[in-house]
């Protein structure tokens, strides 16, 4: 009655309605709203838009899930490793909340390959899965009033959790016609003084693009200006299969500190394995400083840890895979983004600005001035799936309207089939000219 609440009616006399906090609107519904908008929502309303009585196999151009296909597979050696890890009977316990030594200690030699400095052991933060790396750090940088510089097109995890954190994200472009480089003057203008970082998504996922040298300096002269910290999501790191090499942004820790994020989901094509890594590539310690570093233990100090079998594997599965097993999946990975890259050419509608250079992923525009009653591109992706039982991922789920992203991680036949099946689509769809 106090608080004019009492439901009186309906029966349940004399008994006060309690207020449920939870239901109220700026609540927790507003959070999960954000989870609706990961790609894996945008999948599941593509996959129920396939025409059930279709004779025809669908063909997935949308997932980021090769291991489906026969020639995706894992390493024998990784398979090995992680045998001999579980038989060992050393990985039963609880993890140490950072990761096992052997572990963190195998990780940090592996990416200081590619550095001109050493990491220690004690820069390395496992995780269970790049998924979980994204997770603690944008939890750890999180603030009132803070904000956090994000790709377009980019990958929608981030955007889902920095609004779980109450982390403000503002997005800058990165232009397709260069090759899909950062809009640097874009960064300059959306960044204040309350800009915490900036990620890079490198090779790139939506744009399948590889950075030069050059350009991640750039990125990296462009924090230093800032004086914003880089965080480097290089979970396709090595899947570079065109003619620049792939290089960690780390290289460029002197100009501005790097919080590399990996994992072996993508190079060993074991996403289910969940394991990951956050790597502080500080060599001057600024992070430290700022006592980043503190708030990412402290943060996984609650957290939950990457299972201690797979943990145990990291040292031999890395010291055994051999250079002929990454060439074969590069091989793979360069076949179908030539196959892809010549066929959507035949294809009306459809332009691809830039040939894939990395990672399994491209981008191509849809052109609805030459192709009839779509509303946009999930008007597009839904009815190509209805009709063709082909699955491509609406731009809009990736913040790039009237785009799409095609996965080619996926044998050169069911590609083929996939693309010569969007191709009548968009026949049979086109404007008829005046
Ligand atoms: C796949 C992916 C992740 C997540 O990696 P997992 O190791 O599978 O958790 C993170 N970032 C990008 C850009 C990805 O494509």
């Known amino acids: 009655m106090e608080n004019g609440n009492s439901s009186g009616g309906d029966g349940d006399v004399g008994v006060t309605q309690p207020r449920w906090r939870f239901s109220r609107p700026s609540g927790g519904t507003q959070l999960a709203a954000a989870g609706s908008l990961s790609i894996r929502a945008v999948l599941g309303r593509l996959i129920s838009s396939v025409d059930p009585s279709g004779t025809r196999p669908v063909v997935w151009l949308a997932h980021g899930d090769p291991t489906a296909t026969a020639c995706f597979q894992t390493a024998p050696e990784a398979e090995d490793a992680v045998v001999d890890g579980l038989r060992s009977r050393k990985h039963n316990g609880y993890s140490s909340t950072s990761g096992e030594p052997h572990a963190r200690s195998a990780i940090a030699d592996y990416l200081s390959r590619d550095l001109p400095y050493e990491l220690s052991p004690d820069d390395i933060y496992l995780t269970s899965g790049c998924v979980q790396a994204v997770e603690i750090l944008i939890s750890a940088l999180a603030q009132p009033g803070a904000n956090i510089l994000l790709p377009k097109p980019g990958f929608p995890l981030y955007e889902a959790r920095t609004t779980f954190s109450h982390l403000e994200d503002r997005h800058f472009d990165l232009v397709p016609e260069r090759g899909w480089e950062v809009d640097l003057e874009s960064v300059k203008a959306l960044a204040d003084e309350n800009t915490v970082a900036i990620v890079i998504i490198n090779p790139g996922n939506p744009s399948g693009s590889v950075y030069s040298q050059d350009h991640l300096a750039q990125i990296a002269e462009t924090a230093r200006e800032l004086g914003i910290m880089i965080i480097a999501d290089e979970v396709y790191a090595h899947l570079a299969f065109g003619d620049r090499p792939f290089t960690p942004m780390g290289v460029f820790g002197k100009i501005a500190p790097v919080i590399t994020l990996g994992s072996i989901s ?165 404007k008829v000219e005046a």
């Open 266 to 430: 993508k190079r060993w094509l074991v996403p289910g394995w969940r394991l990951g890594w956050i790597a502080m590539c500080d060599p001057d310690g600024i992070l430290k400083e700022a006592k980043v570093d503190q708030s990412i233990q402290n943060y996984a100090n609650i957290s939950t840890d990457p299972a201690t079998f797979v943990q145990g594997a990291v040292p031999q599965m890395i010291a055994n895979t051999k250079q002929e097993y990454f060439n074969k999946i590069l091989g793979l990975l360069r076949n179908s983004a030539d196959l892809l890259f010549g066929k959507i050419k035949d294809i009306r509608g459809i332009t691809c600005p830039h040939k894939p250079e990395g990672s399994m992923f491209v981008m191509v525009k849809l052109d609805f001035t030459c192709l009839d009653g779509f509303s946009d591109d999930v008007d597009f992706c839904c009815r190509l799936a209805k009709e063709e039982s082909v699955l491509v991922m609406p731009g809009t789920a990736l913040g790039m309207k009237n785009w799409g992203r095609i996965t080619f991680a996926i044998d050169l036949p069911s590609l083929e089939d996939g693309l010569e099946r969007m191709k009548s689509f968009c026949d049979r769809h086109a």
